[in-house]
């Protein structure tokens, strides 16, 4: 299916307004009031129904409801927040964060000797993670009760291009249908599982089944040196697992800055992960005890369990999109416009299962912006700078362009530097690496990008993501008095530095 993009010989105005259709340039309803009209006419129960719970779901489903609209969220889970807050990023980074402070405890000579040898299981680790979820569950929910949005938990598929079935998940199984006007497609996305290797099997796991890990291993192999894969070889070191990455690239994180990507790789390296570049799986054998991982460079690995974290797939494979006219591509993923619209004119999909950036804070966004289209919000936009946040240990987060870009681009930047060691407020808490890039063109001094990595790196970005969209130059950051000590202040020593290589 080729990648569909708004008409070029119409009123741009009006596709803003949802006056006009950019798939087709057909007109359709200005606003919830004649949404809910065409509802009424046609006899649909619903203005719109929004497929899934997670973040982009659930934003989608409060800016229709606010909007005026009667709305329906569909699940299949009993409790809402979707993979999100059940398998994917509350748990993932709530358990990431207890490991960071065991590294703490380790690191602080108070505690250490006690502390050296303990090993913990994963499933001790995650009690933390478990209390954030109930209450990320509760929480959500009640926004939901709050907007009066009907949350109906089942598998749902569509029979036609107005009407969709959903199967309850009880003992009798039992089916009901509903109509609707409008479809949002928030189905999340769950981790590849190739054919060859068995997921059954208690020492093979992927992203969602580590969760359950209940026993303690010391050796671990983790195919898949994406955000995932380099996220839990934090975890699993910090842990005191002995970790073999392996990668199919020729570095880690490619399209980080190469200096961000460089530094990973060399702290990876120092707490012991055995990274192995341009590797690719042959076979994995399996045994009770252990498995062993053949690759097709001749190499044999031995490890007490192997993590898979390469790709994920979305969940559209059982919405039966054949009845609206629909084709996902072969990773489950549907192609949108730049109204988050589908193929089919009443139909917009967001989140994950429309591929990049497969991030719970833009899915929010996009469910959000993609509901503002449908109702005709002017302001709604199509989201397209998003701060990448990386949880290993330590941080990573950028937004902007790396120096790759810029020099490929043949634009005149320059680069200020803050290392982390040089601040009081890191010296303070024990940071012992880190660093903040600024990128900004040397003549205009306007900032390109930004590039973070330590701890905190996910809340610092937002500093310079805020002062880059109010269109403030590098001088900003000189100008501008910050709390001393704060790890904000790398702002402040990274300008300067930058100003300093001007001539």
Known sequence: MPILTPVTDVDHDLIHQNLISPLDGQRIELNSENNTKSRKKHGYEYDAIVLGAGPAGEAAAMKLAKSGMKVAVIDPREQVGGNCAHVGTIPSKALRQS??????????????????????????????????????????????????????????????????????PTEEGTTKTLTFNQAVIAVGSRPYRPDFLD??????????????????????????AGVIGCEYASIFTGLGYVVDLINNKDQLLSYLDDEISDALSHDFRQ????????????????????????????????????????????????????????????????????????????????GDVIGWPSLASAAY??????????????????????????????????????????????????????????LARAQIIGERSGVLKILFHRETLEILGIHCYGNHASEIIHIGQAVMKCGHTLEYFVTTTFNYPTMAEAYRVAALNGLNRIF
């Open 99 to 168: 490991v960071f402070n065991i590294i703490g405890m380790r690191r602080d000579p108070i505690f250490s000797s006690f502390t050296d040898n303990f090993q913990i299981p994963l499933n001790k680790v995650l009690s933390k993670a478990r209390r954030v979820i109930l209450s990320q569950v509760n929480t959500h929910r009640l926004f939901y009760e709050r907007n009066r949005i009907e949350v109906i938990h089942g598998w749902g598929s569509f029979l036609d291009k107005h009407t969709l079935q959903i199967e309850e």
């Open 365 to 422: 966004d996009q469910g959000r912006n993609a509901a503002g289209f449908m109702v005709g919000d002017k302001h709604a936009e199509f989201i397209t700078s998003v701060p990448t946040g990386i949880y290993t240990i330590p941080e990573i987060s950028s937004i902007g362009a790396t120096e790759e870009d810029l020099t490929r681009d043949q634009i005149p930047y320059e680069v200020g530097q803050a290392f982390f060691k040089h």
């Open 271 to 350: 707490f012991g992960v055995r990274i192995r570049n341009n590797e690719e799986i042959d076979h994995l054998e399996t045994h009770d005890d252990c498995v062993v991982l053949h690759l097709k460079s001749g190499k044999k690995i031995k490890s007490d369990a192997i993590l898979w974290c390469n790709g994920r797939s979305g969940n559209t494979d059982s919405l039966n999109l054949e009845a609206v006219g629909l084709t996902a591509n072969h990773r489950g993923q549907l192609e949108v416009d730049k109204t988050y619209r589908t193929a089919a004119p009443h139909i917009y999909a967001v």
């Open 199 to 224: 997921f059954d099997h208690p020492r093979v796991f992927d992203s969602d089944k580590i969760l359950q890990m209940d026993y303690v291993a010391r050796k671990i192999i983790i195919y898949g």
